[in-house]
């Protein structure tokens, strides 16, 4: 039932990640369209109003220029210098002198010509004409901007003379002072007036509308803003281009990751069913590694850690199987094979010496099932070992479902065997659960230990964690010590307990023993 449903969860899980990778690539080709659009609609506007910038800029300088020389209206020496000024003014057609809404000489010449209907005043005072009857009638390429008496003459598709490259795009000019319903007052394709107010008091804004992806820019030097605007038809060809490309490799990503699911949870899989069948044909052994006392560096113990060699030959270790064995339900089985190990290995020793222990590593589920009691009394009743004898080491993760773990742990305590926290400040540690749990030992992770005397953020951490194994009146074990200067420190500090390749490598309990022993004939004999 249970592998029926880790299966289920397997494929479901791939098809997601099948699904989910084209998904998303489709989504990031829409985005970089839309964001490479963007970027072209704010480049065509801001060169439509550094046209008009430029436009508006020259015009003022060359009205400037005649009102300041205050030459008599039309005459030769006027002329020359509105010749000159067109000459030298690349945006203006012509500059004139205007009397009652006429041209009544300019750069041009001196004749006489209308500048047709007043379309408009700036607020700085500047009348635009926006169809100067010159050329054929109704479609005067000329606009006319006059300040006092002066004017100048603009081609009206100058400022817009941006080159796209795509179809359809929209330029306008807007003077800002004017209400929001009037036309552009220039426009070449689509350009409303109203996405200026998008602006709000910013310089410049992209947003789509009505069927564009549309940028418009305020200008800083004059009350005009510009504005490009580029169809979304074209983003979303554009999207469509870039999703060829992306979208296969987000199915082959995806196909690749699905396969990849799956096959982890197949290898998952058939490692649970090689455990099962290891447990059958009797691949585990048992690995003792010396736990020593600091002040005496005598060895007061072992912990039992287990192994798996299988029928290749090869080496399997604690941390490939043990999550495998839990996962799949496995760990009580493991946990009594662990127990039928340490009774072969140690037969009569720990009934010979109550003050030896040794420590056994216990998985939650050993705790929530409550087997372990059973299977406890078993071993002792044989071997003769004491309660004395023995230490279980639960992890943080066995404590995680504390209403189960709880009662089960009381019920070991009761019965005085020694209960240790093992890896101790890697998990879930939270101080809560081990004021409310009655423990014996602590195991300082091999993590702190590594950082004794170095710059790791992590150096200070050990500090803390004795002072508060202290005053919760527990004793200490710490885990991974390598180095003379890491045992030092922690005699110093009152750890009480050591483990590590200072001391002894794990091997097996012969040879544990038998350096044991040497070393107390060593100190008798001393
Ligand atoms: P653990 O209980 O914290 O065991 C200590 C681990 O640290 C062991 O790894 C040991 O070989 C390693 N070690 C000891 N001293 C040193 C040292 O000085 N330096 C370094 N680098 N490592 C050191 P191992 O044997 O690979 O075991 C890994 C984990 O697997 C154990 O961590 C324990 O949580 C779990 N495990 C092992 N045997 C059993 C078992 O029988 N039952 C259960 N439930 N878990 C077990
Ligand atoms: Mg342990
Ligand atoms: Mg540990």
């Known amino acids: ?18 699904v989910a990778m084209p998904a998303l690539a489709w989504h990031e080709s829409r985005r970089q369209a839309r964001e490479a659009a963007a970027e072209l609609a704010l480049g065509y506007a801001l060169d439509v109003l ?13 009205i400037g220029l005649l009102e300041q020389a205050g030459h008599p209206p039309c005459s030769p020496v006027e002329l020359t210098l509105m010749r000159e ?88 000019v807007f003077q800002l002072d004017q209400p929001l319903h009037r036309a552009p007052d220039l426009a070449r394709g689509e350009a409303r007036r109203a996405w200026v107010s998008r602006l709000g008091g910013a310089t410049q804004a992209s947003f789509a509308d009505g069927g564009y992806l549309v940028a418009v820019v305020r200008s800083i030097h ?68 010396p736990i020593v006392a600091l002040d005496s560096g005598r060895c007061v113990g072992v912990e039992a850690l287990l192994r798996w060699r299988r029928a290749t030959g090869e080496l399997v270790g604690p941390d490939i199987f043990i999550p495998v064995a839990e ?38 589920a050993d705790l929530l099932t409550g087997a372990i009691d059973e299977a406890l009394d ?11 004898n023995i230490i279980l080491e639960i992890t943080e993760r066995g404590f995680l479902d504390m209403d189960a773990a709880q009662p089960v742990i009381a019920a070991l305590r009761m019965r005085r065997l020694e209960i240790a926290i093992d890896d101790f400040g890697t998990g879930y540690s939270s101080l809560s659960y081990l004021e409310s749990l009655a423990l014996d030992f602590l195991k300082i992770d091999r993590s702190f230990i590594e950082a004794i005397g170095t710059r790791a953020p992590t150096s200070q951490v050990v500090g803390h964690i004795i002072a508060m194994a202290r005053t919760m009146g527990l004793r200490m074990i710490a885990e991974g010590v390598e180095r003379r200067e890491q045992a030092d420190f922690l005699a110093m500090q009152g750890v009480q307990y050591a483990q590590g390749w200072l001391y002894g490598r794990p091997a097996a309990f012969s040879e544990v023993v038998a350096r044991y022993r040497e070393a107390a004939e060593r100190e008798v004999a001393g």
């Open 378 to 388: 078993g071993f002792m009743a044989r071997s003769g070992a004491r309660a004395s």
């Open 85 to 172: 000024l067109d000459l030298t003014s690349t945006y203006l057609q012509a500059v004139g002198h205007v009397g009652a809404g006429r041209m009544l000489c300019s750069s041009m010449g001196a004749f006489v010509f209308d500048l047709g209907p007043e379309a408009f005043r700036t607020s700085r005072g500047v009348a635009i004409y926006l169809d100067v009857p010159l050329g054929e009638p109704g479609k005067s390429p000329l606009i006319a901007l006059q300040l006092g008496r002066y004017a100048v003459l603009i081609h009206r598709d100058l400022p817009l003379d941006t080159s796209t490259g795509i179809p359809g795009v929209g330029l306008g």
């Open 222 to 289: 004059y009350e005009i803003a510009a504005a490009a605007a580029i169809p979304l038809a074209y983003v979303d060809e554009r999207a469509r281009a870039i999703g060829a490309r992306l979208v296969p490799a987000g199915v082959v990503a995806g196909l690749a990751l699905a396969a990849a699911i799956g096959l982890l949870a197949k290898q998952q899989r058939s490692l649970a069913g090689a455990l099962r069948h290891a447990l059958r044909r009797g691949e585990f052994f048992l690995q003792y590694q």
């Open 327 to 364: 996962q799949s339900g496995l760990m009580p089985q493991l946990t009594r094979r662990v127990l039928q190990l340490v009774e072969a290995d140690v037969g009569r020793f720990l009934a010979e010496h109550p003050d030896f222990h040794i420590a056994l590593n216990l998985s939650a």
């Open 50 to 62: 550094h046209r008009s910038d430029e436009t508006s800029r020259q015009a003022q300088r060359a």
């Open 1 to 18: 039932m249970r592998r029926r449903l880790l299966l289920g969860l397997t494929v479901l899980c791939a098809l997601v990640v099948g």
